[in-house]
């Protein structure tokens, strides 16, 4: 068993090539044998492969700036584009919230621009600090379910009251689910599952606010 | 001053009015139908033409367009929107369709072609679906019964039903319960977070089935014997096995996920309830 957290916790190195070949062999044994572990890389090697497809270019909106000035650290620092993505077991579980949130800030412009405009880049992380990843994952999130909010507000009068009803009530049971999620994983903040039912849940709520934001755009 | 009666009548109540007409369409065709409000029914038959049968207001008109490989069938008013329409249509069987609406139910048979239905406020019925099926509702019930293509369904409220499905399927509601009954799928996957979920089918070799939920219970009943690697994750909720799967544990994560093997091992079973009750039956 602590063979298998211990090739578990090293997984994205496995992935990314960076293990010595020794220990390459012996972890790659493991993986074959163990269906968690192949889950898992396989969605590490999904990541990863999305994330190469990303366009190399800055954002069209860059997130650091907010959260440098949130975390109190001096936004002077020149950083490198890096395109090796590499991710710890609970951020891999953020990683795919993030790749989520490129959809939600296309669906946002879409509904500032009409349909048929082209969308606009999505907000991605390329060019922010490796750490704290995970909280500027978390900060991301927010801002995209900050925007989408700001956006359904705008225009829930375009929607029937029982839709809006509907709407919010599910938003509201999926808020409840996240809670209760964040608190489980206080109590375990490493526990593999409680990461991905937290991630999964939090893609879920974004899902729904760009199904609601489509629905005012087709208003 | 009688014979201005009629007229302020069809005025206050918009008289009912049938459009009834049929079109050639050419082979590969593809069929668009916007309804705001109303029901759109479908059924095939085995002739290259469309029949548009539409009950709808006096006021409204009912515009088909027929343009190289489309036929684009909606309502029109002079002014603002156009009211409740209900459509009844016949299409070629291999005719592909996609239906949009708002306050909108669906009902589609036999369609042999890929099909989309999105509606906001509104049940969507399919039978006897011969290719790719996306639904989606965010207030109705979504019932398929036989699927032979790749299933998605999308729901929000209601629930999801569906029955003698053979496609890779993916469900997906929030507060609604997801049934899925004699479906013969090698890839299923079902995800809610107030909802139940019940699955009874097979599971096939190296097949994967995932059905997860936050709040609800999850069902498994399968016929045994049984070749899967079986992963169980729960925070706060319970685990009940029959006996006959013979459940040998093969790993632990700190409670939270347990790793079963089954037999040979070969199919991938995971399911998910953070606090409700995951059930493996025998079918």
């Known amino acids: ?219 | 001053m009688l014979a201005a009666i009629p007229l302020v009548l069809a005025t206050v109540v918009g008289l009912q009015q049938r459009t009834d007409t049929t079109v050639a369409v050419p082979a590969g065709a593809r069929l668009e139908v916007h309804n705001f409000a109303g029901t759109v029914r479908i059924d095939t038959w085995d002739r290259s033409e469309v029949r548009i049968k539409a009950d709808h207001g006096s006021r409204d008109r009912v515009v088909i367009e027929v343009r190289g490989g489309l036929v684009r069938i909606q309502a029109e008013r002079a002014r603002g929107r156009a009211g409740a329409i209900d459509y009844d249509l016949m299409i070629p069987r291999t005719m592909a369709a996609d239906i949009e609406g708002t306050e909108t139910d669906v009902v589609v048979e036999s369609v042999g072609g890929d099909l989309r239905v999105v509606t906001v406020d509104g049940d969507i019925t399919v039978r006897d679906a011969g290719a790719a099926v996306s639904l989606n509702s965010v207030e109705g019930d979504i019932r398929l019964n036989g699927g032979r293509g790749r299933i998605d369904v999308t729901g929000v409220e209601g629930g999801v039903t569906i029955g003698g499905a053979r496609g890779s399927m993916t469900v997906e509601t929030i507060e609604g319960d997801v049934t899925l009954d004699g479906v013969e799928s090698g890839h299923v996957d079902v995800s809610t977070v107030e909802g139940d979920i019940v699955y009874r089918g097979t599971v096939q070799d190296a097949g994967v089935y995932r059905l997860t939920t936050h709040e609800g219970d999850v069902t498994l009943a399968v016929a045994t014997p049984l070749n899967a690697t079986v992963s169980v994750s729960t925070f706060e909720g319970s685990l009940e096995a029959a006996p006959e799967f013979g459940l040998t544990l093969s790993s632990v994560r700190r409670g939270r996920r347990q790793n079963f093997v089954v037999g040979s091992g070969s199919a991938r079973i995971e399911l998910e309830s953070f606090d409700g009750a995951i059930r493996l039956q025998r079918r």
């Open chain 1, 1 to 219: 068993m602590a063979n298998h957290d211990a090739w578990t916790a090293r997984l994205s190195e496995f992935v990314d090539g960076e293990m010595p070949d020794d220990e390459r062999a012996r972890c790659e044994a493991h993986v074959e044998t163990c269906a968690e572990c192949r889950r898992i890389a396989d969605e590490l090697i999904r990541v990863r492969d999305i994330a190469a497809d990303l366009p190399e270019r800055q954002p069209a909106r860059d997130l650091w700036p907010g959260i440098a000035a949130r975390i109190g650290v001096p936004d002077s620092r020149v950083l490198p584009l890096r395109r090796r993505w590499t991710f710890t077991l609970p951020q891999l579980a953020a990683a795919a919230v993030l790749l989520i949130m490129a959809g939600a800030a296309g669906t946002v412009m879409l509904t500032r621009t009409g349909r048929g405009a082209p969308a606009a880049s999505p907000a991605v992380l390329t060019a922010a600090p490796a750490t704290p990843a995970a909280f500027a994952m978390n900060v991301a999130y927010n801002d995209a379910v900050r925007e989408l909010e700001t956006v359904l507000a705008r225009h829930r009068d375009a929607l029937d009251t029982s839709t809006v009803r509907v709407l919010d009530e599910s938003l509201a049971t999926i808020d409840r689910a996240i809670a209760r999620a964040r608190a489980a994983l206080a109590t375990d903040p490493n526990d593999p599952y409680l990461n991905e039912h937290l991630a999964e849940t939090m893609r879920r709520k974004l899902t729904v606010m760009r199904r609601a934001a489509a629905l005012v755009s087709a208003s």
